[in-house]
Every structure is written in C-alpha cells, then in structure tokens.
C-alpha cells in the first residue's frame, strides 16, 4: 500500500500540469461555445452532455495511459499495427454511413469513428519502426516499407472514403523521416507525390469553376480544355520527364556528377503522383473537390461550397476585438453559419468572443503544442521522442488548417479543431494521445 501510494504520488509531481492546464481551459472553451452553438439547433443540453462524457471517459483514458509505460508499445508494434488495419478493415464492412462516409460503428445510443485512433496507432507503430532502423535512414529500402506501412492506411481510409482523415499521415510521416535523418531529397519525392494527387484533380475543378464566371477570357477557356483532355495531360507529363533526364544528361556533360539514381526516382515519383491522381480524383465526390478549391475565390460559388467560407469570415469579423457576448452572435444563433458546433467552432468563439477570446485560445493551443515539442526534446529515448513529435505535428497540422479554413485561408476540408470542436470520438482520442505524452514524460523520471 506504500509503494502504490509513493507511485501515485511520484505520478502527480512527475505531471506536466502546464501541459495539463492548457488542455483544461480549451476544453473549458470548448464545452462553453458548443453549448452556445448547439442553441439554434435545440440541442445546447445534447451536444454539451456528449461532449462532456466522452471527454470524461477520455479523461480515464488519459490517466490510464499516462501510468503505462509507452516503451511496451514499441515491442508490441506488431500488434498496435494489426489492431490498426483491422479496425479499417471492419468498419468498412460493419460500419455506418454518415455524410456520405462509411467510418462509424453505430451502437444506438453512442457511435465511434475508428480512424480518429487509428492515427494514433499508426504514430506509434512507425515511431516503432523508425527508432528500430534509424541506422538505416539513408537506404530506400527504409522508404519503402514506410511507405507501405502509409498507404495500407491510407487505402483503407480512402475506401470510406474520409479524404480529410488522410491528411494528416502526410506531415506526421514527413516530420518523423526527417527526424531520424532521411535524405531531404527523399523527402521532398513524398511531398511532390501528395501534392500530383490532390494537386491535379483538385487545379482542374478550380479551372471549370472559374470557367463558369469568366466564359469571355479565352486564356480560362483553353486551360480548362487542357486539364479535360486526359491526353494532352500524359504529353505535357512526357515532355517534363523527358526535360528531367536531359538536364541530367547535359550536368552529366558538364562535369557535375549527379547520380542517375536522382532523377530515375524523381521521374518515378512524378508517375506515381500523376497516377495516384486519378484515384483520388474518383474517390472524391464533385462536391468535396469544389468544397477544397473554392476557398480561392468563393465568389465563384457563394450559394454553394463558397457559403461555408463567406459566413466564417461575416461571424469572425462581426466578432471585432471583445465580441457580441455569450449566444449573442447572429450568425451562430440565426444558423447562418454551417457545422458551427464542430468544423466551424473557433467561427464561434470569434464572433462571441471577440479578437480577444481568439487569441487567448490560440495562446493556450501554443503552449500546448509546446510543451509537446518540450517532452519530445527531453524524452528518454528515441522512440519517446518520436512518438511525442508525432503526436504534436498532428495537433499543430490540425490547428493550422481547420483555423486557415475558417479564416479562408485554406481549403474547406472538414478537419476538426482538436479539443474545441464537437465530437465524442475526437476527444477521446485526443485524449488519449495526450496521456500517451504524459507516461513520455513521467518516464524521463520513473524508472519502473
């Protein structure tokens, strides 16, 4: 009975309550502005209850997983990793279809989305990875099986398809391979890849969108006849790998020695992008690839996928510096403003509560991801850090674009403000992930 009370004991003084007390006042936010969003609907009590007790269940999840030792993880990697892919896999096959996405297990009175753990998951298991073959950072090979480990994920993701779940696997794994010192090189055939898949289906929407306001400009009219002629689109992609391989060549001529293995890669990589492209292209709906361009110019559709970004910027603006009070905002409480309880909650907290509030919230979200990055710095060991580093580029990934979405900033993807935004299945995972960050940094001092 000593022993388990001078563990509890050495458990609270070894807590990182900055860390702590950042994550508690955005919840404390966050249950105040759902509750105030969810009055238009009449679903204030509903949305706050749901809130609150999964935050609570998430909350046993964080004490529990802050007393377990992470390092188990790392051996049973294998494990997290089949848990992961079989959740993928049943909820394709059991799961319910909500907005058009099949990622729920619905049992009546309580429904969870198993990609929100899924991600942690896959945290852990290429942090596992990683940290067991950092000898090896400079071989493709590494590459490869990482990149497996990243697209059976993302395959299964796709299949519901929940194209907004996948985006964050690409910073977290980016950010992990450069940790352990993958060649910037490499790096950079990742990102060009992400960037062919959703780049090209996503620039052809915005040229037919724009097309449709500007039918006099020649200039608009012919790029869109472009990017629909799928064969002038493999000549132009010819004509560039052709251009990387002649560059080479003539450095080659030259004197400057550049391996061939550089551009073969590269002109690989290119294909592989331009390919994948087109799986992309028919796993998102017409109005998902309008809904992610028109933050450009959402005049182009102000009644449709450009409204959600024109109400955002109407309530944060009206907001101005102290806000219009408590269920005050118009454009919340006149259901103006879409998903305004889950996608579009920081619009709320902007419009009740003013320039002020906002930043405040976005102050105590910093010393959150800080504090993360600060238990990454001090972990341990390796595999604690990367699993702390993981674990914050997703929190920051997730910030940065759910709040350049509301402020138009950035493309209309769906992704929740993790912590503020409404949804039992969110928080529990967030949750959880945070109490695997406590056990990281409880460890640089508990040593069983």
């Known amino acids: 009975m000593i022993q388990e009370k001078s563990f509890l004991k050495r458990l609270v003084s070894n807590m990182d ?22 009055a238009n609907y009449g679903m204030s009590f509903r949305y706050l209850s749901v809130q609150m007790l999964a935050s609570g269940i998430g909350l046993v999840g964080l004490l529990l997983l802050a007393s377990f030792n992470y390092q188990y993880y790392k051996h049973l990697d294998k494990l997290v990793y089949a848990v992961s892919i079989t959740l993928l896999i049943s909820v394709l096959i059991f799961g319910s279809v909500k907005k058009g996405t099949k990622g729920w297990f619905d049992f009546g009175f309580i429904s ?23 000898k090896e950072s400079k071989r493709v090979s590494l590459l490869v099986i990482v990149f497996a480990i990243f697209l059976s994920h993302l395959f299964l993701i796709m299949m519901q398809p929940d194209f907004s779940s996948t985006l964050s696997y690409f910073p977290v794994t980016l950010v992990l391979l450069y940790i352990i010192g993958v ?25 037919e969108m724009q097309l449709k306001i500007s039918q006099n400009e020649a200039f608009l009219t012919n790029l869109a006849m472009f990017f629909r002629n799928g064969y002038t689109t493999i000549y132009v992609i010819v004509a560039v790998l052709a251009l990387i391989m002649s560059c080479w060549w003539l450095l080659w001529k030259l004197k400057i020695k550049i391996s061939i293995i550089y551009p073969v890669v590269l002109c690989t990589v290119i294909v592989l992008g331009c390919t994948s492209s087109i799986f992309v292209e028919k796993s998102l709906k017409d109005y998902q690839r309008r809904r992610l361009v028109v933050f450009l110019n959402p005049k182009v559709d102000p009644r449709g996928s450009g409204y959600n970004i024109i109400q955002s910027r109407i309530a944060i603006g009206s907001g101005r510096f102290l806000g219009k009070g408590f269920r005050k905002g118009t454009q919340t409480q006149l259901g103006f403003l879409p998903e305004q309880h889950t996608d579009f909650i920081f619009s709320v907290i902007g419009e009740e509560g003013g320039w002020i509030l906002s930043q405040l919230t976005l102050l105590f979200y910093f010393l959150f991801i800080w504090r993360a990055l600060v238990i990454a710095k001090e972990a341990r060991d390796r595999y604690g850090s990367l699993v702390a580093t993981g674990i914050a580029t997703m929190f920051a990934f997730y910030a940065v674009i759910n709040i350049g979405m509301v402020t138009g900033m950035m493309p209309v993807t769906g992704m929740p403000l993790l912590l503020l935004s409404y949804g039992g299945s969110s928080i529990l995972s967030s949750l959880c992930a945070i109490g695997i960050l406590c056990s990281i940094n409880m460890r640089r001092h508990i040593y069983n």
């Open 183 to 207: 060649e910037p090189f490499y790096l950079l055939c990742i990102a060009i890849v992400g960037a062919l898949s959703t780049g090209i289906p996503l620039l052809r929407t915005f040229f």
């Open 17 to 38: 309550w900055y860390l702590v007390s950042a994550v508690c006042v955005l919840m404390g936010i966050s249950f105040t502005f759902i509750y105030s969003a969810g």
């Open 112 to 134: 969870f989305q198993p990609v929100e753990i899924a991600k942690i998951m896959y945290i852990l298991v290429l942090s596992s990875f990683l940290d067991t073959k950092a």
